[in-house]
């Protein structure tokens, strides 16, 4: 922690997210550009709730940094360089997921037992002794709200740290729901549109999903684990390549599932990346859709053949 903060101290800093930042990459990224300084680097775009959060925190980025021009680049919430949004080299890492073999930055600063990337930084804040205000409590509490499927999971750090961030900030869970939890009509389509197209499996009693989207992968992923899929595997086009979010039930992690680990298996056996959390995580490739979910579909039945029965 004590080199993350010699960097996080650097005059010039460029802080990057993950493209299509979530309000836990967004959070943690604002809290580091409001207690320590530095652009927020938005040339990767924000997902609809990120979009809610930025004009509430008068937020300001570059859309277009020039990245020769800063002395630090800092990486919060990406769980590999291909998730960033330019290729450049990092010397900061703040994350949660999965630690991978990928990143060649000069310190990582990885920590797995964290439910949010925010924790990450609150963490860091913390360590330095610096001042947390409203804005930045606000960031914060969103991205663990966000990232804790509303706080459907977590432990007694995460309860803390959230209940510390609710008192500072003076909000209450209906702001957070407001921000977070709409959902327009483009949305709801999706979620139809993806069941439509619904394909399942069964295995050992766990139901095992399969669909595509034009877009908000993750979003129907969510939805379909709501309405009983074990797993859910959504994918969708972005530009030349499949993207596909995959979501998991408390019931099948319980078996010691981690779709994190699975997509880096797959993306080592089909040309792809992919990372993230046991429940939640982010697979990138390219070739056909329905091939891709296919494999998505047989990796997940082979990884719970392989567990205890």
Known sequence: MKKALEILRKKRKLIMMHQSADPDALGSAYAISKVF???IDLSGGLNRPAKRMLPMLKAEGKLMPDYSSYDAIISVDAASPTQLPAK??????????MKGEDWDADVLLIDEDAFACTQVVLDLIREADEEIDEDVAFALLAGMY?????LKIGDVRLFEDFTDMLEISGA????????????????RISIMKGMQRLKFDTF?????????????ESMVANALVDAGADIAFV???RNDEIRVSARASDRVLRE???????????????????????GAAGFSTSGD??????????????TLRAQKP
């Open 37 to 39: 300084g530095g652009d």
């Open 88 to 97: 450049v080299h990092v010397d900061l890492v703040i994350d949660h997921h």
């Open 146 to 150: 966000s990232d804790t499927k509303r």
């Open 172 to 187: 209450d869970m209906e702001d957070l729901a407001s921000i977070l939890e709409d959902r327009d009509m483009s949305i």
């Open 204 to 216: 050992r009693g766990f139901m095992i999903c399969t669909t595509h989207v034009r877009s908000f």
């Open 235 to 237: 994918a969708a086009p």
């Open 256 to 278: 010691g599932l981690h779709l994190g680990a699975l997509f880096k298996e797959l993306g080592a056996e089909i040309d792809g990346e992919g990372g993230g959390h046991d």
């Open 289 to 302: 859709i329905e091939a891709v979910l296919k494999m998505c579909m047989t990796k997940a039945i082979d």
